[in-house]
C-alpha cells in the first residue's frame, strides 16, 4: 500500500511544479501550525517551512488538504445571476465597481450572521496584501476592492478561529481559495485537518478571477521601475475591460493593457481553471455588468437567504443581469477552464 504524503510530496508535486495557487491551506491546517512551522515565504511566493526541520511521521495534512492535489467535488447548486450596486454611501465612496462584496459583509456583520469576516487589505506603506479578520464595519471598510497580487488568505481562517475564537465567519477569496476552503470542509474534516477548521466558515463569497500577479514584477518592476511610480501614493488599483488602471485619490496615475503584464502572471494562475469561484455561496465579479456595478453570482440557498436579506434591508439593490452579461461570463468561465486544462496539457507533454 502507498504510504502517507508529505510536505516533500507537496514540494515536489505542486510547488516546484509551478502550479500552487498560494491560497495558504495548507500552511492552515499544518499540524504543527502553533509552531509556525510552515509559512509563506512571500519573497519566493511559496510554502515553505522553518529551515532545518523535519516533518513528524505520518503526518501530510498539508498535501491531502491541497486544491491542487486533487480539485474538490463540485456538487449541484444553483446560478442566478444578478446586477448590483450598494445603496451605502460610505461603502460607495470607496468601494470598487457597485461595492456588492462590503455591503454583503457589512449585513452579514450587521445582522449577525457572522462574528467577523476574513478579507484583504493593503499595507498603507507598499501595497503589499494582508490578510485581516475584520469584526467591524470600519475595518471592514478598509478592506474594500481587489488586490491583484498573492495574499494566503486561507491563513486568516486559523487567525479567526486561534487570535479571535470566533466561531462563525465569512471568507471572501479568489476561486481557488474558495476550492482550498472546501478540501477543508470535506476531505478535511476528521482525516487531514489537525486543526478541525472546517465548518467556522458561514459565509463564503468569490470574487471573480483572470490572474494574481506577482508582487516583486508587477508592483516594484513594472508600477515602480517600469513607469516611476512612487508605490505610497497608490491608493487603488483595478482591471476592468482588460486595462490596468493605478490611482492616487481621484487622479490616474497609469492606465496599461493586461496583455503588458501578462508575463507577470504567477505560473500557478495559468494552470487555473474557475473564473467565478464555483465553490462560493455568492460569487463577485466586474464583468457582465455597466461600470460602477457588481455583477453577482448567487449559487447555495444559504447564499440566496443572505443576498435577499441584504436587498430586502437597503444594503443593496439588484436586478436580474442583462442576458448578454450572463453569456459573456459564460464566455469567460469556458474560456479560463480551457486555457487552463490546456496550459496543464502542455506541461505535461514537457513544453514549460
Ligand atoms: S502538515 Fe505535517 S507534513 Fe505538512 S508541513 Fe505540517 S508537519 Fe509537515
Ligand atoms: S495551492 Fe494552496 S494548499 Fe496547495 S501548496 Fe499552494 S498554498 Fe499550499
Ligand atoms: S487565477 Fe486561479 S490560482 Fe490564480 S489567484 Fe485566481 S483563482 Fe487563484
Redesign the pocket.
Known amino acids: 500500500m502507498e504510504g502517507k504524503k508529505d510536505f516533500g510530496d507537496?514540494v515536489r508535486e505542486?510547488?516546484d511544479k509551478g502550479k500552487?495557487?498560494?491560497?495558504?491551506?495548507?500552511v492552515a491546517t499544518c499540524k504543527l501550525l502553533d509552531y509556525g512551522y510552515l509559512s509563506v515565504d512571500f519573497s519566493e511566493e511559496r510554502?515553505v517551512i522553518r529551515e532545518g526541520q523535519r516533518c513528524p511521521p505520518d503526518c501530510g495534512y498539508?498535501y491531502y488538504?491541497?486544491?491542487?492535489v486533487e480539485k474538490p467535488e463540485l456538487k449541484e447548486g444553483i446560478e442566478e445571476m444578478y446586477e448590483v450596486v450598494t445603496r451605502d454611501e460610505e461603502i460607495k465612496a470607496v468601494c470598487q465597481d457597485g461595492g456588492a462584496v462590503t455591503s454583503l459583509l457589512a449585513y452579514a456583520l450587521d445582522e449577525r450572521i457572522v462574528e467577523g469576516c476574513i478579507t484583504v487589505a493593503v499595507s498603507d506603506k507598499d501595497w503589499k496584501p494582508e490578510v485581516r479578520v475584520a469584526m467591524d464595519r470600519s475595518s471592514l471598510i478598509k478592506t474594500a476592492g481587489t488586490k491583484y497580487t498573492p495574499a494566503?488568505t486561507l491563513t486568516g481562517v486559523a487567525d479567526a478561529i486561534l487570535d479571535h475564537d470566533l466561531w462563525s465567519f465569512a471568507l471572501v477569496g479568489t476561486p481557488?481559495q474558495m476550492s482550498?476552503y472546501e478540501k477543508m470542509l470535506t476531505v478535511g474534516r476528521d482525516t487531514h485537518n489537525a486543526h478541525d477548521f472546517s465548518s467556522r466558515v458561514r459565509l463564503r463569497i468569490g470574487l471573480f478571477c483572470k490572474g494574481s500577479y506577482s508582487y516583486e514584477k508587477l508592483i516594484n518592476d513594472f508600477i515602480a521601475a517600469r513607469h516611476g511610480i512612487n508605490i505610497n501614493e497608490i491608493t487603488k488599483m483595478q482591471i476592468s475591460e482588460n486595462v490596468l488602471r493605478v490611482y492616487a485619490g481621484a487622479e490616474e496615475l497609469l492606465s496599461a493593457e493586461i496583455s503588458e503584464i501578462e508575463d507577470y502572471k504567477r505560473d500557478?494562475c495559468k494552470v487555473c481553471e474557475d473564473f467565478t469561484a464555483l465553490f462560493s455561496d455568492i460569487s463577485v465579479g466586474n464583468n457582465g455588468t455597466p461600470e460602477g456595478k457588481s455583477s453577482v453570482i448567487v449559487r447555495t440557498d444559504f447564499g440566496k437567504e443572505v443576498f435577499e436579506g441584504a436587498v430586502e434591508r437597503g444594503y443593496i439593490e439588484a436586478k436580474p443581469i442583462d442576458p448578454s452579461g450572463a453569456e459573456l461570463i459564460h464566455r469567460l468561465m469556458k474560456q479560463k477552464k480551457e486555457a487552463g486544462i490546456a496550459e496543464k496539457e502542455r506541461r505535461m507533454r514537457g513544453q514549460k
Open positions: 507537496l505542486v510547488i500552487c495557487a498560494l491560497c495558504g491551506g495548507c510554502p498539508c488538504q491541497c486544491p491542487r494566503a481557488c482550498s500557478g
